[in-house]
């Protein structure tokens, strides 16, 4: 079956412009999750939803990243003014949710550049 | 709040040899989940293995088993008879039981399986 896909997988984009990184989880899943992994680090939490409800938001580094899921499948995170320090691996996950431990199924990435 | 602590940055083993690799954890949940993740240098993020706080027994899946020690809050990984293709970046996770929180990562082992 159809995993966690992400897109773009790259882009490099100019300091100051806005990115979007879409992230379609597997079918089904409930939960949403957004990390952002440095070279040669774990991933760090961003943010995540159940359903289209955005649960938590306080890994966010600043206002100009936002979140959204509005139909409680695919999911955009949105880099507004991108600077240089924002240049990392996103991560998206999903898992089925119903507050079990289930475990999060990652997607590939998007690796972002700002030059 | 949750840490994970990996100690070991980088790991080498002969192959078909056993391996540990380390995972100490703290939280002040009484329920919570362990988890490790496989990333090869694709870097895709592989989910390998679970175990409960409250399980009883200690988590197996294939050559992979996870060493709980619930006293010492630890949750090595033991990899038994290495294979070259698992030579990759492990991490240890973790998150309370409770809703479906994201991941506590840590910052990862480096394995290296020499033939």
């Known amino acids: 079956g159809a995993g966690v896909s992400q897109s773009p997988r790259y882009k490099v984009t100019k300091r100051g412009q806005d990115v979007a990184l879409r992230c379609d989880p597997i079918?089904?899943?409930?939960?949403l999750y957004w990390y952002r992994q440095a070279l040669g680090q774990g991933p760090e939490f961003l943010t995540y939803f159940n359903y289209e409800a955005q649960q938590d938001k306080s890994g966010l580094p600043n206002d100009r990243f936002s979140a959204e899921r509005p139909e409680g499948s695919i999911s955009t995170l949105t880099i507004q003014r991108t600077e240089q320090r924002d240049s990392a691996m996103y991560r998206c996950a999903s898992s089925l949710g119903g507050g079990l431990p289930y475990e999060q199924y990652f997607g590939p990435g998007t690796r972002l550049t700002v030059t | 709040a949750q840490k994970i602590t990996q100690t070991q940055p980088g790991m080498f083993v002969q192959e078909k040899e056993a391996v540990t690799l380390d995972c100490t954890y703290d939280?002040?949940?009484?329920?919570?989940?362990l988890f490790w993740y496989k990333q090869p240098s694709s870097g895709e993020m592989i989910f390998l293995i679970y175990?409960?706080?409250?399980?009883?027994q200690n988590a197996t899946e294939g050559r992979y088993s996870l060493n709980f020690q619930k006293a010492r809050k630890s949750a090595n990984l033991v990899i038994s008879a290495s294979q070259l293709g698992d030579s990759a970046m492990y991490f240890c996770?973790?998150?309370?039981?409770?809703?479906?929180?994201?991941?506590?990562f840590g910052k990862g082992t480096r394995l290296s399986v020499i033939a």
């Open positions: 175990q409960g706080s409250y399980d009883q």
């Open positions: 079918s089904g899943h409930v939960s």
């Open positions: 996770a973790m998150r309370p039981n409770s809703g479906n929180t994201p991941l506590v």
């Open positions: 939280t002040s949940d009484p329920s919570y989940g």
